[in-house]
């Protein structure tokens, strides 16, 4: 979860949050390796893999989208 604990996701897959404070927002921001420069405050991320490994990289989107089905399992 995003903002919660000491380490959390700082590269969600969430285009809107990858783009720079008040520019044009283009897909090299999105592509960038850099921290989201907005924090999405409570967003859920897909997660580790099967053998609970982690990337915190957006352009992983099995691990790093947003997911709001997380409260259905």
Request: aromatic share 10%; with cysteine; proline share 7%.
């Amino acid at each position: 979860m995003v903002g919660y604990g000491d380490s959390y996701p700082l590269r969600a897959q969430h285009k809107s949050s990858s783009c720079p404070t008040f520019q044009k927002c283009s897909w090299t921001d999105f592509e960038s390796q850099n921290p989201n420069p907005w924090k999405l405050w409570g967003a859920v991320v897909a997660g580790p893999d099967k053998t609970d490994q982690y990337t915190d990289e957006r352009n992983n989107g099995d691990q790093n989208r947003n997911i709001s089905c997380i409260n259905l399992i």
